[in-house]
């Protein structure tokens, strides 16, 4: 069986162990075992949610049966009040939550698929939320693209101080990930799954121009300057950066880079 078949079909079987358990009304799937099966690719996991009956909470949470009864677990992870991070001996990883119906009525979360129901249960609507999750999009350059100026200035100065991991986080991420929110201004996004959790998410395929350019934009720890002037060089083209500002970004490169 494919990898792509295995984790549906667990998923599946969940769906027939939460009918013999009991106390379960609804199983979904999210993510790429979600709506978006078409990019389950082998190196997908399974991420669900588990909608129970308002007395069935703990029991859900508290013991893992239901899931042992499907296939064993080598290794489980209770990473929220309300859910796990799982790994079954087979070697297929899995994330998931459990929830009242209640508690998602008014919730955030992406849109799921229905993999299983109780036959009593009729609000199958509530695999798509009410209140989407907000886009990490933002609608203008001005505010991301000056955010990201002055993490490369102040992380070449951290650099040059020796604080060599907090430049690293600065320029490499978080001025990275403030083009990255007005990046659907500058280049033409290719519709491929956007996440709503991570922007950074199957960039490649979003923006293969841009993807291209990237690997000198995040050239490690030990290159942290090099990294902050091709970012600087992209934003220059793109906006008009203060020349005062560039002026002293390339100052503190030239410095660090000795």
Request: some cysteine; overall charge negative; aromatic content about 10%.
């Amino acid at each position: 069986m494919l990898r792509t078949e295995m984790l549906l079909h667990r998923l599946d079987e969940i769906g027939k162990s939460l009918e013999r358990k009991g106390g379960a009304l609804l199983l979904l799937g999210v993510g790429s075992v979600g709506i978006e099966t078409a990019r389950l690719d082998d190196y997908s996991d399974l991420d669900f949610f588990v909608i129970v009956r308002h007395d069935q909470k703990s029991r859900y949470i508290d013991h893992l049966d239901w899931l042992e009864e499907v296939h064993p677990l080598a290794y489980s992870f209770k990473n929220s009040e309300i859910g796990y991070k799982i790994l079954f001996e087979d070697g297929i990883f899995g994330e998931y939550a459990v929830f009242e119906e209640s508690e998602l009525i008014n919730s955030s979360y992406t849109e799921g698929r229905v993999v299983w129901k109780d036959p009593s249960y009729n609000n199958t609507g509530i695999s798509k939320p009410s209140n989407p999750i907000p886009s990490p999009k933002k609608d203008s350059l001005d505010h991301p693209l000056n955010e990201a100026l002055t993490n490369l200035y102040v992380g070449l100065g951290r650099f040059a101080r020796g604080e060599r991991l907090s430049a690293t986080r600065f320029v490499q991420g978080y001025a990275v990930d403030r083009i990255l929110s007005v990046l659907h201004l500058m280049e033409q996004e290719v519709d491929y799954f956007p996440d709503p959790f991570g922007n950074e998410r199957r960039l490649e395929k979003r923006y293969p121009r841009f993807a291209e350019m990237i690997a000198d934009m995040i050239q490690g720890y030990d290159h942290v300057p090099e990294s902050a002037l091709r970012i600087l060089s992209f934003i220059e083209e793109v906006y008009p950066v203060n020349r005062k500002l560039s002026d002293e970004i390339r100052r503190l490169a030239k410095i660090s880079c000795r």
